[in-house]
């Protein structure tokens, strides 16, 4: 058991360590070469509506769905679908759907928040609640109004904030790999001889 621990412990630290140098080699890249990160992004994007659209063309033929249900799936599918296909027809068409995607949610979940938040005047952090609804509202609506600076910007926003976690984790990483090195050194001095020198009854 205390073997199956010690391999597991030692195989999170490497996984951490891995992991943070994977998303500080992501925010050096976002960061350095923004115009090819943001290309890439648009890619997937589009990659993303596509699939999205697939499984929801694949529900609304489903036979357990209501007929209300199918008819929204289909809808929402085929927009994906279209979306997704414009995607690929260019870096700015996909940038500008990202934008105007993310802008939207925001929107929607700002004002979704601000709005619960007043409604419940016993609502735990009711202020901050507020405070975050009001602030991803804007965000959403700078999101809409000025999609291109807006996803540049956001982007190193992203570059920064992958190298701060990447550094966390590494750090982390290494802090964990010390701290096993002292268990394994203690469990090691302390560990008792399996046979004792003892003399035969007989004697």
Known sequence: MAEGMAALANMGWQILLTMGLATIALGVIALVW???????????????????????LAAAFGTHVPRHLRVLHFITGAASILLGLICFRGALESLLLLALWIGFSWLLRGTTETAAAASAPAMPGR???????????????????????????????????????????????????????HLASGTATQRRPQFHARPHPQH
């Open 34 to 56: 923004p115009g090819a990160t943001l290309r890439v992004v648009g890619i997937l994007f589009g990659v993303y509506l596509l699939v999205t659209g697939v499984f929801q």
């Open 127 to 181: 202020g901050w609640h507020v405070a975050f609804g009001i602030v991803g509202a804007l965000a959403g609506t700078v999101m809409i109004v000025m999609p291109f600076a807006s996803i540049a910007t956001l982007t190193l926003v992203v570059g920064v904030m992958a190298l701060i976690v990447g550094l966390t984790e590494v750090v982390r990483a290494i802090r964990t790999r010390v701290e096993i090195g």
